[in-house]
């Protein structure tokens, strides 16, 4: 997993509540043998006309928002199914950051494990950043993990809270395997000590 | 003396790599089986990381799903389902894993062909991207399904983190009456605890019955644990278990073979182990079981009618309303009166020689019914091949049936066999939700001897009548 220490980007503003995982990413496009890629179709039904072209006034379709990094979105963000298809659909597209009023819990979880930092904010805050985030050009926003704020188009400050272990994962980039390997010595002697008392469990070749 | 231990404390005391103070443990995992459909982002997943796969010889690899029951030389039709599986054989090829591909007499279903080649052992613990994983503990393996990410973690890792389940103890007294068989058995478990039964526990099933049945039968009891709400069912090794692993292809050999079945001997639960959960079943009488729901759960002796939903209370009373609607029954109506269209006889529910032997009994000198298409998948090419070695294929081909070549078909659908709208079926397979063997299909879940007699009678039947 990508660490996450310190972000500066644009960020794009979707003033919509209950963003679901379906939108984020639509079902026909959980057959995929990839996790990469899906960042093409990322809201696809708010993206694209049915000939596939883009629709113009979709926020990711206009500029500078092509390039957010950062999305400030309405209450209840990623409710739906638990599909990883949708922190993936997103991290492909190149956002690293979500600050909403509130999170889907499965979402929310999913987003960790895929070096997203989902960021809960009071609403009148998330308002005040929507605005912000529509001045276009001028919509550059920092999120800096270590010091837990959010720096503003006008250089405010805003602090946020993040669970302790989590910030911890993010900032070193650390996934479950990640933590998992740092255990590797005693996996080492795990397998040690089993191939003494069973040996039977490495099989015969098939 | 040491407290009391149940098979499922043993098997994880002895898996446990590192115990955290908040109780979450790391597991080691002595098996893992991978498939095409839930296995190709966790790949990925390594590539994109960069790393490698720790223990590669533990890993076994297979496509089943997707793959084609009939004319197989052609190839597969569908793209995507083609992709998935030319997928898997990359991404073994590429780190190192075996695998069988599908022209491989080898190949079949992951939870077929585990116990099959000797890959799944005693005392274990046994994973795969999918939750009918729950089969192997018929070997007194810890075997659960778990998710991509999951399926990553123990490729890069050999371990899982987990926390350890709860026991639950299911006890099944008396002896099968004949006719009746493991599917009865667990259908009428399954009616009894309820699909939420053993949510957060590991199920032991133990008592005489389950001592009594063949390791093809305690395969399928366990692999409907996950039907019953539990990742994973147990049952205690025995000499039965030992029989059947004896000289199979992975399983250790010699001097290996005689430490690891005295070790396998002392994995039985200890007399006063403690259990969360105790339910008890007697069996001595029970008629052949059916499913006339799209849950599980809805399960009726065949000798019984479909019921009414005012028979249910609470919320159950609106679904089972919902089921009778989606099926197309009536309540009150005799089950045997329910005519059929397909009869599907196959999956790691019921795929097994002992399943076809079953089948080949009852339809001996009989023909399937008028109209009805019934199709025999076997659950491995080595099942196949057996099958053909003790002549089944002949007596089924004979009585009308489709022979077909190995794998998941229409449990799932995900291949081309699938049901249309509205096409009723008596199968072996485990699950009868909506939609599950094809769009508006409707599935009655029946043993393989059910299966046969409904394909005969061209109505759901009683299996005893072929009997006699
Ligand atoms: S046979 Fe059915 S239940 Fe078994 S692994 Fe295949 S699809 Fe899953």
Redo the contacts between chains.
Sequence with gaps: ?KPFKELTGIAAPMDLINIDTDMIIPKQFL??????GLGKNLFDEMRYNDDGSEKADFVLNREPYRHASILVAGDNFGCGSSR?HAP?ALEDFGIRCVIAPSFADIFHNNCF?NGILPIRLPEETVNALMEKADRGQNAMFTVDLERQVVVDPDGVEISFEVDPFRKHCLLNGLD??GL??Q?GG??DG??AA?AET????????? | MSQPKTLFDKIWDSHV??RQDDGNC?I?I?RHLVHEVTS??AF??LR??G?AV?RP??T?AVPDHNVPTENRAGGIDDE?SR??VE?LAKNAKDFGL?Y?DMFDI?QGIVHIIGPE???T?P??TIVCGDSHTATHGAFGSLAFGI???EV??VL????L?QRPAKNMRVMVKGALPAGVTAKDLILAIIGKIGTAGGTGHVIEFAGQAIRDLSMEGRMTVCNMTIEGGARAGLIAPDQKTFDYLKGR?????GD??E??VA?WSTLPSDDGAFYDKEVELDVADIPPQVTWGTSPEDVAPITGTVPSPDSFAGGKREAAQRSLDYMGLKAGMPLTDVKIDKVFIGSCTNGRIEDLREVAAVAKGHKVADGIHAMVVPGSGLVKEQAEKEGLHKILLEAGFDWREPGCSMCLAMNADKLKPQERCASTSNRNFEGRQGRGGRTHLVSPGMAAAAALKGTLADVREYLK
Excluded: C
């Design positions: 997993m057959k995929t043998i990839q996790r990469s990883e993936w494990k479950d395997i998992t390997l255990k005693a996996i795990y397998e089993r069973a040996p039977w469990v490495t099989p015969d070749a098939a | 790599v590192d790391l080691y002595d190709p982002q990925e997943g994109n990381a790393r720790r010889e533990l076994l995507e992709i998935q997928t075996p069988f080898r080649q000797g890959f052992l005392g274990m998710g991509t990410s990553e973690h890069a890792t050999q371990t983190q292809t992975m399983a250790p050999k290996a073979w430490k690891a070790y």
